[in-house]
């Protein structure tokens, strides 16, 4: 397929952040796709770079672009890669040259345009290209409805942890959206009857920001909502320990823990509130205290969810699995700067036997390009925050939109 123009602008994230979207055109055919961007971004991501000198990037390259006649996706994203010209994964700043973003907005457009052209729906397409079989069944909608850490938009928040989340306990993702919306306006009344509705705002990603004490309360808080409407739901949370260590130690509240002190302060929380899921227990580096938390967590459903430990790639996926590090792996996009790439990363866990969690990022667009994603590959759960504003919804309502093609 011949690429015979490109496009690249500038427009606003759901922070109000500038970030980019690109538009590919073929002979037939035109798509567009945009990228989004993290506030609570892991020291090993692929550069981003500012976007006004990313059109600038763009003009350097432009014209070797619709030279080429390109196969397929890997094709595309190999020859963007190669333009780069700096490391696209493992040591040194990943794709540091051309920025991480603007390969990204490029790689995922073409795939759009790439179905287009195999007149396929997105997911089938991500799908065939990565060998996986599509389904929605099973995948689970994992919703932010607290907001903490970098993420707290109320300045009286003493929360360290950056998401607590519910989890549906269905296999039916649009029953598991349908509990996740009903629980997210019974747990904002709570809120709002507990600190006073002027102190009761939304966060980064749409979950709740209000002035708690604690960590703790922000789960007892959810976890009285799931006692008092028998909600099937289980907790979730992504700590983001590399937000708050410093020193060697972990500081939450007024006190200092060490590693060990802290894998016994969440044994804990799991125990007493029956957590399904932790993610970045500890900072990016701690290959080996994640698999000390590991090692003591019996349940088999239990998830331990790498992010800013692994970023998406393959290198540091694959050092995570050989210290059992966790047994799933989070999937953003941008973390590593292309489709090809990010499925051959999702291929590494399943040949592991790890579960990948699809995500989005703090600072969205309306593209919903990861709902095909989480389909296309069977990933265990989406992750698009909580289900309120339009960029969050645009990720859910597109699997319910999915969900209505039989070939799934």
């Known amino acids: 397929m011949k690429i015979l123009n490109i496009n690249l602008r500038i427009i606003l994230d759901s922070r109000g952040k500038e970030t980019l979207e690109a538009e590919l055109k073929s002979a037939d055919f035109s798509a567009i796709a945009s990228v989004p961007a993290g506030k609570s ?29 390109f196969e397929n996706q890997e094709d595309f994203d190999n020859f963007l890669i190669s333009l780069d010209g700096t490391p696209s994964a493992g040591s040194g700043q990943v794709k540091s040259n051309l920025g991480g973003n603007l390969i990204l907005s490029l790689s995922l457009a073409f795939a759009r345009l790439k179905a287009k052209e195999e007149n396929k729906e997105l997911f089938q397409y991500i799908a065939q290209i990565s060998n996986l079989k599509p389904k929605t069944k099973n995948l689970k909608p994992i919703f932010n409805v607290i907001n903490g850490g ?19 306990e269905t296999d039916d993702f649009n029953l598991g959206f349908s509990l996740g919306k009903i629980f997210y306006r019974k747990l904002g009344d709570y809120l709002m009857e507990k600190f006073g509705k002027e102190n009761v705002v939304l966060g980064d ?32 949370l992504d700590i983001a320990a590399s937000q708050f260590y410093k020193d060697s130690f972990y500081l939450i509240g007024d006190k200092k823990y060490s ?47 790498t992010d800013d430990l692994t ?23 941008n973390q590593i700067g292309t489709l090809t790439e990010t499925l051959k990363v999702v291929k590494i866990a399943y040949e592991n036997n790890w ?32 289900p309120a504003k339009p960029e969050r919804m645009a990720k859910y309502e597109r699997i319910l939109k999915i969900l209505n093609f039989k070939r799934i």
Request: glycine fraction near 4%; proline fraction near 4%.
């Open 41 to 69: 971004r892991g020291t090993h991501e692929a550069f981003v770079l500012e976007p006004e000198k990313a059109l600038e990037k763009l003009e350097e390259i432009k014209n070797k672009i619709p030279e080429k006649d």
């Open 311 to 333: 970023v998406t790639n393959p290198e540091r996926l694959r050092t995570a699995i050989e210290r059992k590090s966790g047994n799933a792996i989070l999937i953003k996009l």
């Open 355 to 386: 579960q990948a969690i699809v995500s989005h990022r703090s600072g969205e667009t309306m593209d919903d390009f990861i709902a095909d994603l989480a389909v296309g590959v069977n990933a265990w759960g989406i992750k698009a925050g909580a």
């Open 205 to 236: 990603e749409a979950g709740y920001s209000a002035p708690f004490r604690s960590n703790e309360e922000a789960i007892e808080c959810i976890a009285e909502v799931i006692e008092k409407y028998k909600h099937p739901l289980r907790i979730g």
């Open 150 to 168: 970098s993420h707290a938009t109320n300045k009286e928040s003493k929360l360290e942890f950056q998401e607590f989340q519910v989890i549906p």
């Open 259 to 305: 590693a060990e002190e802290l894998k016994e302060y969440y044994l804990r929380l799991i125990e007493t509130y029956n957590i399904l899921s932790i993610e970045d227990p500890f900072n990016e580096e701690s290959f080996n205290d994640f698999a000390a938390l590991s090692h003591r967590i019996a349940a088999k459903d239990f998830l331990i969810i």
